[in-house]
C-alpha cells in the first residue's frame, strides 16, 4: 500500500480564491510527521508547511494552512487567496518515527496546480 | 546567503560512463541526502548521511555511490552500473534535533541526460 496518497488530476483555481490540496497517509507510527513541498517549474523544492502528530492544533503558515484529520489520515494543504505564482506541483511528504529520526521521507506522486488570472 | 547549491545543473552521461554530482551546503546541517525525481514522480531516496564519514542506503542505491569527507559536501555519483540514470536529482539536508519539526531543504537540482 502507498504510504502517501495523492490522487487528485491537476487542479485549477481563479486567483485570490481558495484551494484545497488533498493528501491521505498510512502508517502505524504513533508518533510522525507530515511535510508539503511545493515545486515550481524550476525544479527546486520548497518547504511550505509540518504537521506533527501530536500537535494539537492544525498548523497554519501564512497563507498556507494544514486540515489534518488524523482518524482519517488525511493532511490536507489549503491556500488561501492564490496567487499566479502558486502554480507549482506540490508534494506530501511523511517521517515516521520508526524510520529513526532524521532519516527519509516517503513522498507522494504530486498535484499540479495551475492559477488562472 | 546559506543554502545549498547543486552543480551542474545539466549533465549528460556516455554509454559506460561514471558521473558526478556535485552538493555542497553552508547551513551547518548535519545530515545531507539525495533523491531522484522521475517524470510524474514524487521523490525517491537514494543516500542519506547524518555524520562525516557515515551514509546509510536508501529505496534505489543500485548503481550510486556517495561520499561524506565534510560536512559541507555530499557527492553522488551515478556509476555505469545504474541502466537508466535519465532523471532529476536533488540534494537535501537538515539540521540534526531530537524528534521533532526537523525540515529538509532543498537544493535547484541536477538534470542527469544520457546520450
Known amino acids: 500500500a502507498q504510504k502517501i496518497t495523492q490522487t487528485q488530476p491537476g487542479m485549477f483555481v481563479q486567483e485570490k480564491e481558495a484551494v484545497t490540496l488533498d493528501c491521505t497517509y498510512d502508517?502505524?507510527?504513533?508518533?510522525?510527521?507530515l511535510f508539503w513541498y511545493k515545486q515550481p517549474s524550476s525544479g527546486e523544492m520548497i518547504f511550505l508547511i509540518y504537521q506533527g502528530s501530536y500537535d494539537e492544533q492544525n498548523a497554519t503558515e501564512g497563507r498556507y494552512s494544514l486540515n489534518f484529520q488524523k482518524a482519517r489520515k488525511s493532511a490536507n494543504l489549503v491556500i488561501s487567496a492564490s496567487q499566479l505564482g502558486d502554480s507549482a506541483m506540490y508534494f506530501c511528504?511523511?517521517?515516521?518515527?520508526?524510520?529513526?529520526?532524521?532519516?527519509?521521507?516517503?513522498f507522494g506522486k504530486g498535484i499540479t496546480l495551475s492559477v488562472r488570472p | 546567503d546559506g543554502g545549498i547549491t547543486q552543480s551542474p545543473k545539466y549533465l549528460f552521461r556516455k554509454e559506460g560512463q561514471n558521473v558526478t554530482l556535485s552538493c555542497e551546503q553552508n547551513?551547518?546541517?548535519?545530515?545531507m541526502y539525495w533523491y531522484r525525481q522521475d517524470p510524474g514522480q514524487g521523490l525517491r531516496l537514494i543516500y542519506y548521511s547524518q555524520i562525516v564519514n557515515d551514509f546509510q542506503k536508501g529505496d534505489i542505491a543500485e548503481g550510486y555511490s556517495v561520499s561524506r569527507e565534510k560536512k559541507e559536501s555530499f557527492p553522488l555519483t551515478v556509476t555505469s552500473a545504474q541502466k537508466n540514470p535519465t532523471a532529476f536529482y536533488l540534494c537535501?539536508?537538515?539540521?540534526?534535533?531530537?524528534?521533532?519539526?526537523?525540515?529538509?531543504?532543498f537544493g535547484p537540482g541536477t538534470r542527469l541526460l544520457v546520450l
Open positions: 502508517t502505524s507510527d504513533q508518533s510522525y510527521g
Open positions: 511528504a511523511m517521517r515516521e518515527e520508526g524510520s529513526g529520526a532524521n532519516s527519509k521521507l516517503t
Open positions: 547551513l551547518n546541517h548535519d545530515a
Open positions: 537535501a539536508s537538515s539540521k540534526l534535533l531530537a524528534w521533532g519539526r526537523e525540515t529538509q531543504y
